[in-house]
């Protein structure tokens, strides 16, 4: 007798572990969630009263014959492509990865070079309920983030434990957890944390950092997790794109669009319906009813700039479109012939730190590259996982210039 396995109200179904399930496709096919009448492995009891109560996050990596096949909407990301023969399995490699002493291993090296951006690739940062009203307010995409492509299966509190960057993990009593959507305007606005740049990141003692430390390796903490971290190149901020999102991922897993950013507004558009509005209860500062959001005019450290017919304008990187004159009218929205990033450097007690804005004779810096050295010798107090900022006299600072780095478009 010929079994036909169930599937989803979509008509997809995947091959996990050996067994057929119903799926519904996350992330363009990044990954999945399988559900299953039946108690299974690793599957979680979380829609009482459905049909089918028990769900699981997995991986695309982790599954195989998918039903029916899909085309991509859009170019996919490059996978993580580990090299895996019968002495070296993936558990060997996930090991590895955890392993400071391994930073060198052609192995691991080999994994970590397949993570690549390109330009429109998602990225994520996971926020805590502070660092989304921050973020509300007008912060700008900065320190460590991931390829949504690589964590996509991670979308619960518990799951996005280790991509937290602000101390707290799920032992807090979370019962949602909040995520920063955006599109990488280009590749050279991230670096990968190895290497005799970061090096010092490594060195710092846990009394003098937030959040998990920094292996050196490239890839998250974690005892079983196999993901690649980015950091913001120099750890400054970046423009924010045209359509970046504000997430939240209570406890089922389910994606919810909480903001969109506006960038000729310069806010954030209330996304969220009314059955989501108590996901905002635990936000400082942040009224769940207010429909626009404005960032303020506040000066930016960091901004996108763009030629056009010979004048040089503030732009916005409208991916996957390209890049653009920021104008409030449509008919003033011109393409540009060049864009760069423009921020402010300077350095200050032998550290060489970003300006990230200015009051009263006072600058506000941030680290470039932080070290048991630096820190003690600016006083930079950690403010999440990576980034050290201080106040320093502007009279004490020096090489306080403006610079432009260029995009090829």
Known sequence: MTVTPQTSGNGLSVTYEGAVYPAEEIARGAAYELSSAA?????????????????????????????PATEPV????????????????WSYVQQLSQQP??????????????????????????????QLAGYVRGWLPHGFCYREHDVAHLRTPAATTVLRTDGSDARDGADVTYALRWRAADPGDYDVPVGAAHRGLTALAPRDRIGAAVLGT?????SGQLVPEFVTRDFADL????????????????????YSYQAEQRGWLRMAGPQWRHLLAAVPGLSP???YVPTGEAPRSTRLVGGYAGGDYEAVADLPGGFRVLAMTRAARYPVEWAARRLRLANWRGAPCLVLREETGWLRLRLRRPDPDAVAETGAQCQERGVYEAWAPAAEVTEDRVVDLPYRL
């Open 39 to 67: 108690e299974a492995p690793g599957f979680e009891w979380s829609r009482p009263g459905t049909t089918r109560p028990w769900r699981r996050f997995v991986h695309a990596t982790e599954v195989s014959d998918v039903h």
């Open 289 to 291: 009813d207010q429909e």
């Open 218 to 222: 490239g890839f998250v903490p974690s």
């Open 239 to 258: 423009p924010m794109p045209a359509n970046a999102t504000l997430l939240a991922y209570p406890a089922d897993g389910v994606e919810v669009v909480l």
């Open 101 to 130: 002493t391994a930073a060198g291993d052609p192995t691991l090296a080999a994994v970590r070079d397949s993570a690549v951006i390109r330009r429109g690739t998602r990225m994520v940062k996971v926020l805590s309920a502070r």
């Open 74 to 89: 859009e170019e996919p990301e490059a996978p993580l492509l580990v090299p895996l023969h019968r002495e070296r399995g």
